[in-house]
């Protein structure tokens, strides 16, 4: 059974750049149909789709963030990154990494427990 | 504002039916992208309900369902338990935008 596991600093001054890491274990990050995402959700809000990106190393971004955020994978480690940068306020929230099935259909299948970020001087 | 538009709260009595829709446009469902369903309770994470449309992950009880017609999509809960009491978000793709969650609506079980 893949589970998934965020680690991050929890509290980033603005303006800087925030960065998580999801270690994936149980299975391989190297799965074909599989990519592996970043999900946020604000406090009392909604969930918000961010990034994913594959073992051949091609990434898609949420167009709304994609000139601050970039998805890096280390597969020796079995572990993803995510890199948002210039944060404000506006960016505290969960952030889940979760694995998301493609082939078309594009579902969430598995979830990491989220690691809370806030942003804050 | 989401580009998948769900109401922000259903209610129903233990052992009722409740349906939660989900709206979304010609770039996402109406395009015939599948929907999907989460389920989040209190404090967790989201956990996925329904796949495909109409599809059940293994443990997912059958009293949760799922449908899709046109540019719309709803999620129905039969046989309403206590433990139902959660927040519910529909997820599809858009032409545009890539993967897109509804806005989520919070089930109340009176």
């Known amino acids: 059974q893949v589970q998934l596991q965020e680690s991050g600093p929890g509290l980033v001054k603005p303006s800087q750049t925030v960065s998580l890491t999801c270690t994936v274990s149980g299975g391989s990050i190297r799965a074909d149909n599989y990519y592996w995402s970043w999900v946020r959700q604000p406090p009392g809000k909604g969930l918000e789709w961010l990034t994913y990106?594959?073992?051949?190393?091609?990434?898609y971004y949420n167009p709304s963030l994609a000139s601050r955020v970039t998805v890096s994978l280390d597969m020796s480690k079995s572990q993803f990154s995510l890199h948002l940068s210039s944060v404000t306020a506006a960016d505290t929230a969960v952030y889940y990494c979760?694995?998301?099935?493609?082939?078309?259909?594009?579902?969430?299948?598995?979830w990491g427990q989220g690691t809370q970020v806030t942003v804050s001087s | 504002q989401s580009v998948l538009t769900q109401p922000p709260s259903v209610s129903g009595a233990p052992g009722q039916r409740v349906t939660i829709s989900c709206t979304g446009s010609s770039s996402n469902i109406g395009a015939g992208y599948e929907v999907h369903w989460y389920q989040q309770l209190p404090g967790a994470a989201p956990k996925l309900l329904i796949y495909g449309n109409n599809n059940r992950p293994s443990g997912v009880p059958d009293r949760f369902s799922g449908s899709k017609s046109g540019t719309s999509a709803s999620l129905a809960i039969t046989g309403l338990q206590p433990q139902d009491e959660a927040d519910y978000y529909c997820?599809?793709?858009?032409?545009?935008?890539?993967?897109?969650f509804g806005g989520g609506t919070s089930l109340t079980v009176l």
């Open positions: 979760a694995r998301l099935y493609g082939s078309g259909r594009n579902y969430f299948d598995r």
């Open positions: 997820q599809s793709y858009d032409r545009s935008l890539r993967d897109v």
């Open positions: 990106i594959y073992h051949s190393g091609s990434s």
